[in-house]
């Protein structure tokens, strides 16, 4: 998730992209409602219109757009009514793809109505928040601890809520020039939100997934991967097999 301010500067081709695809959006929706909207007071017709007065919030994730932890928190947004929300996220689980750029493709963008939940896997996206750092915009990455068999929907409706001020202590230093520079801000929340005991700061972690390298025989079959792979020392015997046989 990503915070703007007024004083945040993004580059302006940016800036000049984003503005064409809001005003066509505007353009289409003052379309479709014109023969409506001619009869309403002058008041009624700036209801949907953004509030420049409020911060604004670019939320995404990487389990797609139809996560629940990125419902449920858009919904607790929604609730609170102190932000403009912006929602981009992938239409697919993109777990584990962190900082990927796609080349040679046209991305796709749709809107989509957020409602309902039909997946129940939520996991970080600290690269998207990393991004935003990249182009100098303050973030947050908030992740919810998912236990399989053991947390429920109600988990993370709590933990979307545990959110809210979080979010508005982050906007409010940074409104008030106070938060850290150069940084963004890797929030965990626990798999009980309702039982936790407070907060500690850590640093970042350096841990990476251990890597298992294997031996395998240059002409192994290909069904065979599959086989060796759960058999180290076996496929370690057959790659010395095939060099002895090959160096004979």
């Known amino acids: 998730m990503a915070t703007s301010v007024k004083n945040n500067s993004l580059p302006p081709s940016l800036i000049s992209n984003l503005n064409q695809v809001l005003l066509s959006r ?7 409602q014109s023969t409506n909207s001619s009869s309403l007071p002058s008041h009624s017709r ?15 994730n990487c389990e797609g757009i139809d996560s629940p932890g990125l419902i449920f928190l858009v919904q607790a947004l929604l609730s609170d009514a102190r932000f403009t929300l912006h929602v981009c996220a992938p239409q697919s689980d993109k777990s584990v793809a962190g900082h990927s750029l796609t080349v040679r493709e046209t991305v796709a963008v749709c809107s989509v109505e957020i409602s309902g939940a039909t997946a129940f896997e939520v996991s970080g ?11 100098g915009v303050p973030s947050l990455c908030l992740s919810f601890d998912w236990k ?19 979010i508005s202590a982050a ?14 801000l890797n929030i965990e929340i626990p798999s009980s939100p309702l039982a936790n005991k407070g907060f500690k700061l850590t640093r970042q972690s350096l841990w990476r997934s251990p890597l298992s390298w294997k031996a395998v025989s240059a002409n192994r079959h290909p069904a065979a991967g599959q086989y060796l792979s759960n058999q180290q020392s076996l496929g370690i015997k057959l790659a010395q097999l095939s060099r002895d046989a090959s160096a004979a």
């Open 46 to 60: 700036n209801v949907d219109e953004p509030d420049c007065s409020k911060p604004l919030l670019l939320i995404t």
């Open 171 to 184: 906007v409010r230093d940074i409104e008030r020039g106070k938060f850290p520079e150069s940084c963004l």
């Open 148 to 166: 399989k068999d053991v947390s429920g929907e109600s988990d993370l409706k709590n933990a979307a809520d545990l959110c809210l001020p979080l």
């Open 26 to 32: 505007q353009k289409h929706t003052i379309d479709h």
């Open 125 to 135: 996206a600290v690269a998207a928040a990393r991004e935003a750092l990249i182009c």
